[in-house]
Structures are given as structure tokens and as C-alpha cells.
């Protein structure tokens, strides 16, 4: 059993490291607010199975899933919030907004 253990642990972490990577490759790719969110939620579960898979203290991996859990609620707020602003969470549309409030501004 002890074999198994030790064979499985360093297929956890590179599981772990690709979701990391998957999750950190898509919030900087995705151009969706909320695909954005999920990528960064999946990149957080990555990071926590990596602490995991590395013996990290119950305390640490308690604090990660605190702070995933706080990145989540403040991006969903954030992501309602460009929603109710600019009618839409795909970036191209609110740099577009802003890029036409800026050119407004300045011909005024």
C-alpha cells in the first residue's frame, strides 16, 4: 500500500500543476468576465491540490479554500456590476464603452 502512496503523489502534483496552468493560461486568454472567473477558480483548485499534494498544513490548504471562496463572491459582485454598467461582460465591449466615453469626453 505504502508503494501506491508513493506512486501517486507525484501524479497528483503534476495534475495539480496542469490545472494551475490550464486556470492561469485561461483567465489571461478568455475575453468573457465570468469564463475569466472560472478559469481563476480552477487555477485555485490547482494551487490548493498542489499544497495538498506537497504537505501543507490543514491550516493552509483551510486559509486557501478562505480565500478562493473570497475571490469567487468578489469577482461574481464585480462581474454583475460590469453587467449592470455595460450591458455586457465581454471585454472588447467595455473597452469599447470606455473608449467612446473617453473620446466624448475629450470633444466636449
Do not use: C, W
Request: no cysteine.
Amino acid at each position: 500500500m505504502i508503494a501506491a502512496n508513493a506512486l501517486l503523489e507525484p501524479v497528483l502534483a503534476a495534475s495539480a500543476v496542469a490545472l494551475l496552468i490550464v486556470g492561469a493560461t485561461g483567465a489571461l486568454v478568455l475575453t468573457n468576465v465570468i469564463k475569466r472567473l472560472a478559469a481563476l477558480l480552477i487555477g485555485g483548485f490547482g494551487a490548493l491540490a498542489a499544497l495538498a499534494a506537497l504537505g501543507a498544513p490543514s491550516g493552509a490548504l483551510l486559509a486557501g479554500v478562505a480565500v478562493l471562496f473570497a475571490q469567487t463572491a468578489l469577482g461574481a459582485a464585480l462581474a454583475v456590476r460590469l453587467q449592470e454598467g455595460y450591458g455586457s461582460v465581454e471585454t472588447q465591449d467595455i473597452d469599447a464603452a470606455d473608449l467612446e466615453d473617453d473620446t466624448r469626453g475629450h470633444a466636449s
